[in-house]
């Protein structure tokens, strides 16, 4: 399967990590990994053994170049072979990917350490380090929006006042509904209207953040988006339909960022390119 993007080449370099001057509106091609890579990657495997192996190569890459250039001789052998194992074990891992690792450049490096041939360390290193940038820049953008995305269609939300089930996608349209609601009934000056959205508004988000624990296992991410500081902001908001209502479209305006801009900025933009996916 080959995706098709016709973006502005910029964005989609920006957002697969590379730089450079571009030219706008030209056609670029992605192409998905091999879904065997799947198998290594959670759910269907309980740890995230491909992040952990890409992790390895990359923190033993450092190691070696630090002990050859340190002439360690017992530390370099520790650590090329914890890189050796790792990268011949890729082609293990995804079969399709057996062409691209250089294994003839592994052994060479292999070679040179049990030589001690310290200048011929360096040159197969960078090598192999090719064929990872080479693979990086084909793969690495799709295998992460591909299985590192929650997957959102599987969330139900449960309403705690109904108890009612609602999908992830329909409770954030009850949430968009509340607060547009509470715009439409303060801009009309119905405030006791005003007051029943708002209302619903916490509700429905606070429904929502329970959701939160299906991929966070701490309470830090959900607390920078509806923690205090959004918890302050709607008792601001609550005072202010009950007096002055001067800067009330100011205040939610502040709501939409701390809440929706920056949950929307870490999960939705990658959400919406997994549904492209699909």
């Given at each position: 399967m080959r995706v098709y993007f016709s973006l502005p080449l910029g964005v989609l370099l920006l957002w697969c990590g590379w730089s450079g001057a571009v030219q706008a509106q030209q056609e670029v091609s992605l192409t998905p990994p091999p879904e065997s890579i799947a198998a290594w990657y959670k759910p269907e495997n309980k740890r995230q053994v491909w992040l952990h192996t890409m992790f390895g190569l990359r923190?033993?890459?450092?190691?070696?170049?630090?002990?050859?250039?340190?002439?360690?001789?017992?530390?370099?052998?520790k650590w090329s072979a914890k890189f050796l194992k790792k990268y011949r074990?890729?082609?293990?891992?995804v079969p399709e990917w057996s062409d691209e690792v250089e294994l003839?450049?592994?052994?060479?490096?292999?070679?040179?350490?049990?030589?001690?041939?310290?200048?011929?360390?360096?040159?197969?290193?960078?090598?192999?380090?090719?064929?990872?940038?080479?693979?990086?820049?084909?793969?690495?953008?799709?295998?992460?929006?591909?299985?590192?995305?929650?997957k959102y269609d599987q969330l139900m939300v449960e309403d705690s006042e109904t108890l009612e089930e609602h999908s992830f996608k329909e409770a954030m349209k009850r949430v968009t509904r509340s607060m547009n609601g509470f715009k439409i009934a303060v801009d009309d000056q119905r405030l006791q209207a005003a007051t029943q959205h708002l209302e619903q508004f916490r509700q429905r988000v606070t429904d929502l953040g329970s959701s939160c624990v299906a991929c966070h296992k701490d309470s830090a991410p959900k607390a920078r988006i509806l923690g205090?500081?959004?918890?302050?902001?709607?008792?601001?908001?609550?005072?202010?339909?009950?007096?002055?209502?001067?800067?009330?479209?100011?205040?939610?305006?502040?709501?939409?960022?701390?809440?929706?801009?920056?949950?929307?900025?870490?999960?939705?933009?990658?959400?919406?390119?997994?549904?492209?996916?699909?």
């Amino acid at each position: 399967m080959r995706v098709y993007f016709s973006l502005p080449l910029g964005v989609l370099l920006l957002w697969c990590g590379w730089s450079g001057a571009v030219q706008a509106q030209q056609e670029v091609s992605l192409t998905p990994p091999p879904e065997s890579i799947a198998a290594w990657y959670k759910p269907e495997n309980k740890r995230q053994v491909w992040l952990h192996t890409m992790f390895g190569l990359r923190r033993s890459m450092q190691a070696i170049q630090e002990y050859v250039a340190l002439k360690d001789g017992a530390r370099l052998d520790k650590w090329s072979a914890k890189f050796l194992k790792k990268y011949r074990s890729i082609p293990q891992m995804v079969p399709e990917w057996s062409d691209e690792v250089e294994l003839q450049w592994a052994d060479r490096l292999e070679q040179a350490v049990v030589e001690r041939k310290w200048e011929a360390v360096g040159p197969a290193l960078r090598k192999l380090g090719m064929s990872c940038r080479s693979c990086h820049q084909d793969y690495r953008a799709l295998t992460a929006a591909i299985y590192r995305t929650p997957k959102y269609d599987q969330l139900m939300v449960e309403d705690s006042e109904t108890l009612e089930e609602h999908s992830f996608k329909e409770a954030m349209k009850r949430v968009t509904r509340s607060m547009n609601g509470f715009k439409i009934a303060v801009d009309d000056q119905r405030l006791q209207a005003a007051t029943q959205h708002l209302e619903q508004f916490r509700q429905r988000v606070t429904d929502l953040g329970s959701s939160c624990v299906a991929c966070h296992k701490d309470s830090a991410p959900k607390a920078r988006i509806l923690g205090a500081e959004t918890e302050a902001l709607l008792e601001e908001l609550s005072l202010k339909l009950q007096g002055d209502q001067k800067g009330i479209g100011r205040k939610l305006g502040e709501v939409g960022v701390v809440v929706c801009a920056r949950c929307h900025a870490v999960h939705r933009s990658l959400s919406d390119l997994t549904g492209v996916l699909e």
